[in-house]
C-alpha cells in the first residue's frame, strides 16, 4: 500500500484503476483523477527514494511537499519512473533551497 497520507484510495471495482482523492482545503471540492496501480507504485517508489536523503525518511511536512508535487505531475501523465524522480529532485531542491544552513542556523 503507498506511503502517501495525502491521499484517500478508495476501490474502483474490478478494474485495476483506483480514483486517487486529494486531500483537499474545507470548503474546496475534492478533484478526482484515475491513477493505475502502476502509476500509484511508481510514485511510492519515488517518494521513499528521494526522501531517503532526509533523516529517518523526512519529516511530514518535507514528504508531504514532495507528494504532492508528484501527485499534480502524474495527473498531468507524468507517470514514468524518470518522470517522476525529475519531479521529485526538483521539489527535494526548492525544500533545500528554502531551507536555512547549518551555518545560518549556528550564528
Do not use: W, Y
Request: aromatic share 2%; proline share 6%.
Amino acid at each position: 500500500m503507498p506511503v502517501f497520507p495525502e491521499f484517500a484510495i478508495i476501490e474502483a471495482g474490478p478494474s485495476l484503476a483506483k480514483d486517487v482523492v486529494s486531500a483537499h482545503a474545507p470548503g474546496e471540492v475534492a478533484s478526482m483523477t484515475r491513477l493505475d496501480d502502476r502509476t500509484i507504485a511508481n510514485m511510492d517508489i519515488v517518494l521513499e527514494e528521494t526522501c531517503s536523503v532526509f533523516p529517518h525518511g523526512g519529516d511530514h511536512e518535507h514528504r508531504r511537499h514532495i507528494a504532492q508535487k508528484l501527485k499534480l505531475s502524474a495527473r498531468r501523465g507524468n507517470t514514468t519512473l524518470g518522470g517522476l524522480r525529475a519531479v521529485a529532485q526538483s521539489a527535494l531542491k526548492e525544500i533545500t533551497r528554502d531551507a536555512p544552513s547549518d551555518r545560518q542556523l549556528r550564528n
